[in-house]
Each structure stands twice: as structure tokens, then as C-alpha cells.
């Protein structure tokens, strides 16, 4: 499927209804499989991974228990760290803010696959990194190492649907799966077997009514 019919078709309000639904209880299973990580957020909103480190570097070691004095003594008061980015014989940088978020990297991943029931009888290992590159790096703008970055719940979305595509258009599935929205819909109930085997209770696949979305209809969508 060329990138901008598949993009039509992702955006389109049926399938858009789809993913709406099952949004919830996608990121719900992704989190048992999730990395945490921490990311430092500067004044322009730019983001980037970064260690958990000293907030106070070692040259200002001395600064520090100055100010850890000062205001045990009532007679100063301690920067927050996250407030922190500057030398001290140097000019101010930007100041930034760290922020704990939840992604599945690529070996999340492909533990999740396992735990769906996709690894091995859908999509094979090899497979997995290219689905994994074609939505991390779906912007051509902003390229990401495949094992440095991390999906959120929209992109584990999209890597169903290319999983979807790709696993239900090989022999025996092709003929059974005619349309983009049977193949979509197939791999959907294998997340419903795989939500009740790790939480031991049903999806509820009726969206809340504040969902935008929640207008629209799943009328003749394999149609």
C-alpha cells in the first residue's frame, strides 16, 4: 500500500473509529511491557533521552553545600535542580525540566508480539525491526536509531495496522482477508484474546462519550 493511500486510509472516519476504541486497552497492555526513561524538556519544548544523573555536577559540589547550608540555616533557599542549567562561570543556558515517560522500545516490542500471539505465527524476527523503523521514523524529518527510540500508544496503533497488512496478505490469510479493514479488524480480535489472557477481564469496546469520535459508525466497514 503506497504511504498516502495508507494514510487516507488510516485517517478515514471508520478506521479512525476503530482506533479510538480500542486506544484505552492497546495502551493499557502496552504498559506491561513499556520502558520507563527519562526526558529533558527545554523553554522550546524540544525533547531528547537522557541518563539519570547528578543534577549537581562535581565543580559545583562546593556551591552546593553552600546552598544546603544557607538553607538550613533559614538564611537561603535551594535551587531545584530541574531549575539548574547554567556554569557558574559561564553564561546561563536554556532552562529545562525532566520528565519520566513510558515507551516500548524495540525489545519491548518484541515481547509484546510474543504475548499477542504474532511473533512467529503472523510476522517473522526479521520482520519485526523494519515494522518497528517504518513507524518510529515515519517522519523523514526526524530519523531515530531503531534501538535508541520508543513507540507511544498512536504508533503501536499504526504497527498493528502494518502488521495487520502485512501478516494477513501471505497465503493461507490473503483469500480469507480480502479487504485492508478484515485484516485490521482480524488482528484487533487477537488484542481481545491477549487483553483477557493478561488482565483476565473483557474489553469494554464501547467509547466513553466524550470521544470525539463517538458520533461516528462502524457501518459497512468491510464493505
Not at 547550608?69 to 535551587?79: F, S, Y
Amino acid at each position: 500500500v503506497a504511504t498516502n493511500e495508507l494514510t487516507d486510509f488510516i485517517f478515514s472516519p471508520p478506521i479512525i473509529a476503530v482506533f479510538l476504541t480500542y486506544e484505552t486497552h492497546v495502551q493499557r497492555i502496552m504498559l506491561r511491557f513499556a520502558t520507563t526513561r527519562e526526558i529533558t524538556v527545554g523553554e522550546d519544548g524540544d525533547e531528547s533521552n537522557i541518563d539519570i544523573q547528578d543534577p549537581w555536577p562535581e565543580e559545583q559540589t562546593l556551591s552546593r553545600q553552600s546552598s544546603e547550608k544557607l538553607a538550613a540555616e533559614g538564611l537561603g533557599e535551594k535551587q531545584p535542580s530541574f531549575m539548574l542549567d547554567e556554569d557558574l562561570d559561564g553564561p546561563p543556558r536554556r532552562k529545562t525540566v525532566t520528565k519520566v515517560i513510558q515507551v516500548v522500545t524495540l525489545i519491548d516490542f518484541v515481547a509484546l508480539l510474543k504475548a499477542l500471539s504474532f511473533l512467529s505465527e503472523l510476522i517473522t524476527v526479521d520482520e519485526v525491526p523494519e515494522i518497528f523503523d517504518s513507524v518510529l521514523n515515519a517522519i523523514p524529518a526526524h530519523q531515530t536509531p531503531i534501538n535508541e527510540g520508543g513507540l507511544f500508544v498512536s504508533q503501536m496503533l499504526i504497527a498493528l495496522l502494518n502488521i495487520s497488512l502485512l501478516a494477513f496478505s501471505r497465503p493461507p490469510y490473503a483469500t480469507k482477508f480480502a479487504t485492508r479493514e478484515e485484516k485490521l479488524l482480524t488482528t484487533l480480535e487477537r488484542v481481545e484474546v491477549a487483553y483477557y489472557s493478561l488482565f483476565r477481564s473483557f474489553m469494554p469496546l464501547s467509547p466513553p462519550p466524550t470521544y470525539p469520535s463517538m458520533h461516528l459508525r462502524l457501518e459497512d466497514l468491510t464493505q
